[in-house]
C-alpha cells in the first residue's frame, strides 16, 4: 500500500454509510484524512472552495438529494480544473446499464457498498490502492468494478 498521505472526499447523504466509511478508513495502515458532504449540492461547492488543493480521490454516491450523483459526475468531468480528479462511484446498485453509463462518463471505479465491514475495509484499500497507482487513468471496463 502506498504510503502516501490521501485527501479523500467522500459524497453521501446516509449518515450511518459516511460513519461507517470513515470507521473503516481509520482502521487502515495507511495515512489519510476525510472529508464528507451530504449532497450534491454540498459536493459541488466544497469542489468549487477546493480547486487549488482539491482531494486525492472522490467517493460519490449516487442517491443524494439536491443534486444526484449522476449529475455531479457530469459537471466534474465537463469542468477543466476538476476533471483530473479521480471519481469512485460508491452505491448499493449494481445495475449493468448504470454502470456502463458511468464508466463512459469517466468515472474511475465502482464500488458497491458492502454490508460486511471486513468488506468495507478491502474496498477502500484497493480503491486507494487502484487510485494512487492509476491517478486519473480510467481502467479497462473489465477492471472497472472493485470487489473485495
Excluded at 480544473?81 to 469512485?88: D, F, Y
Excluded at 462511484?89 to 465502482?110: C, R
Amino acid at each position: 500500500m502506498p504510503t502516501k498521505n490521501y485527501n479523500i472526499l467522500l459524497a453521501d447523504d446516509d449518515e450511518d454509510d459516511r460513519m461507517f466509511f470513515k470507521e473503516a478508513l481509520s482502521e487502515l495502515s495507511i495515512s489519510a484524512s476525510l472529508d464528507t458532504v451530504g449532497n450534491g449540492e454540498e459536493l459541488m461547492n466544497f469542489l468549487e472552495d477546493n480547486k487549488i488543493n482539491l482531494p486525492h480521490v472522490l467517493f460519490l454516491d449516487l442517491n443524494m438529494p439536491r443534486k444526484t450523483g449522476f449529475e455531479c459526475l457530469s459537471e466534474i468531468k465537463q469542468d477543466v480544473k476538476l476533471r483530473r480528479l479521480p471519481v469512485i462511484i460508491y452505491s448499493t446498485s449494481l445495475n449493468p446499464e448504470v454502470m456502463e453509463l458511468l464508466y463512459n462518463k469517466g468515472a474511475q471505479h465502482y464500488i458497491r457498498k458492502p454490508a460486511e465491514f471486513a468488506k468495507l475495509k478491502s474496498v477502500i484499500n484497493k480503491a486507494l490502492s487502484l487510485s494512487g497507482k492509476n491517478k486519473i487513468v480510467q481502467p479497462p471496463k473489465e477492471n472497472f468494478v472493485i470487489q473485495p
